[in-house]
Structure formats: structure tokens, C-alpha cells
């Protein structure tokens, strides 16, 4: 029987399950693989070493960083992506760079960086969930550490001032934004009918910027301008973690879930047996991904209630 899988992070809000988009990556990625992760969010206490999170824990293993966690779930056969090519492949790890280069700095200026954000949503918002006196300190650490990764990434010639900066990877943010928006057309994923690793990474990084409430949102309203990515986001929270567009549980669904829960445990246990009996087994992920049926969407999927955040 495979060991118990808890995953730390930080809660969510604003009709989001966390703020963080890299708890928010790992997340979906656990609910597409169908890997029964019990998650421990952050609330009120800084439960995390060194303030890493997500992080994976499973009996005495201990793993951050959504790369090595997505890599780990693999390697328990909770595998969201058995079914790609090799081109499908090498294209998931295309994009995930592109997001991480493009659309990454311009995510930590909105949260940690820009004033106004920073000191009337972010601050606030982390600091209610850590404890005192480390409240007091610590969004501002990580807003100076957001500052440095993007100097340091992006603050080389010919871009010298902070304002060059700036301007420029809200640039290229927004030319990310198109070039995902047109990959993905009118597909309900990236790749067909069925959520992938690249899925729960454009997920992590792009619903925050979706429903958060900012005073300055720049970024937020040219991704309302794509409405498919909208209905992607709302698709996920909606059919993966039974959230309505307005972020609340439809009635019922907490038994559903149960339920289901129980039948991922019944199905796991089968396959165990069955890879006893038979040596020769084919080898194959013991969990496909769940597949959702088509969802008949409403036009613009995207007029929801501002929300969620980002810490580097």
C-alpha cells in the first residue's frame, strides 16, 4: 500500500483553493492524477521550513519545488501526462519555460513589487497567516527577494532602470498571454480532453492573476481580454475542486468527493494485486488522469469575484 502523501501550502481565498501559484500548480496536478494528497494549508502559523512551500511530505521524505514534486508523483504512478507524445512532451517543457521567463516576473512585480498591490492586498494577506512577530518581517523579506529575482533576471543592458524594467516584462507578460491564448483555441486543455502537467502550471500561474483584486491590475485586464484562458481557469475550479465560479462548494459535492475518494482507494488496492499476480504486467501508470466530460460554457467564463496572490 503506498505511504501517505501530505503537501503543505498556503490556503486560499478570493474562490481559489491557495494564493500561491506554486501551490496552486502542485494542486491541480495531484487532482488531475487522481494522487490523494492530504493538504495542510498555512493558517495563522509559519509551519513551513524556511518558509518553502509547497512541500511534499511522505513518511521521512521531504520534497519542494513543483518540479520535484510533479517528479515524485510520477514515479508513484500518479502520472497526469502517460498519455502525450514525445512532441506533447517536449512541448509541455517549452511552454513551462516560456511561463517561467515571461509571465513569472511580471506576476511577482503585481504582488510583491508594485506599492499600492504590495501594501493594501499582499502584505496584509500573508501576514494574517504567519505567525507574530515574524509577521512583521517577513512580507517584507519576500518582497525584497521578489525585487532581487527580477533585477537579477531581467535589470541587465540595455534595461537599466527600474522603470525600463517594468515596462518591458509587462511586454512580454502579455505577448505570453496571446501566444497561450491562441495555443489553446477552443480546446478545453492544452492538449485535447484531458489536463496535463502543462495544464497545472498555465492553472497555477494564470488564475491568480485572474481573480485577484488589486488597486493596479494592468496585467489582469489584458488576460480578461482572452476569454478562453478565462473559461480554462473557471473549468478547473469548477469540474476539480468543486468550486462555482463565486467559489462556493455546489451543494452535494462533499459526499461526491468522498466517495470518489473511497473508489480511488478500492482501484489502487486492485491494481497492487494484480501486479503481484502477474509479473509480466505491462507497465503503466496505475492512475490515469481523470477525464472530464465537455463542458458547455458560458460566453466569457470570466466575470468572477477578483482574487488570489503570489509569493517568490
Not at 503481484?276 to 468572477?304: C, F, I, V, W, Y
Amino acid at each position: 500500500m503506498a505511504a501517505p502523501m501530505e503537501l503543505n501550502c498556503w490556503g486560499g481565498g478570493w474562490g481559489l483553493p491557495s494564493l500561491h501559484p506554486e501551490s496552486l500548480t502542485v494542486m491541480a496536478y495531484a487532482k488531475f492524477s487522481g494522487a490523494p494528497l492530504t493538504v495542510n494549508t498555512i493558517n495563522n502559523s509559519w509551519r513551513a521550513p524556511k518558509g518553502d512551500v509547497p512541500v511534499l511530505i511522505s513518511e521521512d521524505i521531504v520534497i519542494s519545488q513543483p518540479a520535484k514534486i510533479l517528479n515524485f508523483l510520477r514515479k508513484q504512478k500518479y502520472n497526469a501526462d502517460y498519455e502525450l507524445s514525445a512532441k506533447q512532451g517536449a512541448d509541455t517543457l517549452a511552454y513551462i519555460a516560456l511561463l517561467e521567463e515571461k509571465v513569472l516576473p511580471a506576476l511577482l512585480h503585481t504582488f510583491w513589487v508594485e506599492a499600492e498591490n504590495y501594501c493594501s492586498v499582499t502584505k496584509p494577506w500573508f501576514a494574517s497567516r504567519i505567525a507574530f512577530p515574524l509577521s512583521l518581517y517577513l512580507p517584507g523579506k519576500m518582497s525584497r527577494e521578489a525585487l532581487n529575482r527580477i533585477l537579477l533576471t531581467r535589470g541587465g543592458p540595455p534595461l537599466y532602470s527600474l522603470s525600463e524594467v517594468e515596462a518591458q516584462i509587462y511586454r512580454d507578460a502579455k505577448e505570453c498571454l496571446n501566444l497561450l491564448s491562441k495555443r489553446l483555441g477552443t480546446s478545453q486543455f492544452f492538449f485535447g480532453d484531458t489536463p496535463t502537467t502543462l495544464d497545472a502550471f498555465v492553472f497555477g500561474f494564470l488564475a491568480p492573476i485572474y481573480k485577484v483584486c488589486f488597486p493596479r491590475v494592468q496585467l489582469q485586464e489584458h488576460l480578461k481580454q482572452l476569454p478562453n484562458l478565462c473559461r480554462f481557469c473557471d473549468d478547473i475550479l469548477t469540474c476539480y475542486f468543486r468550486l462555482t465560479v463565486s467559489g462556493h462548494s455546489p451543494a452535494g459535492q462533499d459526499t461526491a468527493d468522498a466517495n470518489l475518494q473511497k473508489l480511488t482507494q478500492l482501484v489502487n488496492k486492485e491494481s497492487n494485486l494484480i501486479e503481484k499476480m502477474d509479473d509480466n504486467l505491462r507497465k503503466s501508470p496505475q492512475h490515469p488522469p481523470r477525464k472530464l466530460t465537455r463542458l458547455k460554457l458560458a460566453a466569457g467564463g470570466g466575470e468572477s469575484t477578483p482574487s488570489s496572490r503570489l509569493s517568490p
